[in-house]
């Protein structure tokens, strides 16, 4: 596995861990359907979380929420309604994008709830 990819799993972990911590319960990680995939999909109250986790290095210059795509956003959709009416749920589902920037050792993490209202 590249380092591209070690870090990424890496940075799922760490959004994962964060949202435990935060209450929430992880339902899935990696959820895939079709050509969609869920990095991670919580559940806290009556609030399903569909958590898009972008990880990146200090040096990286772009705002990371902002390299979700249309395209990506679409796709995530599609995967949150199969998942939400294959396991019959009756929830809020909310759209969330995680980013973890790795500066030297240390992790910023930030959770942007409801992401896709600031596009």
Known sequence: MGKHNEFGKEGEQIAADFLQKKGYTISYRNYRYLKAEIDIIAKKDEIVAIVEVRSRRSDYIENIAETVTKKK????VLAADYYI???DLDVEVRFDIITILKNKNRFEIEHLENAFYHF
């Open 73 to 76: 956003i679409n796709l995530l």
């Open 85 to 87: 009416l294959s396991v």
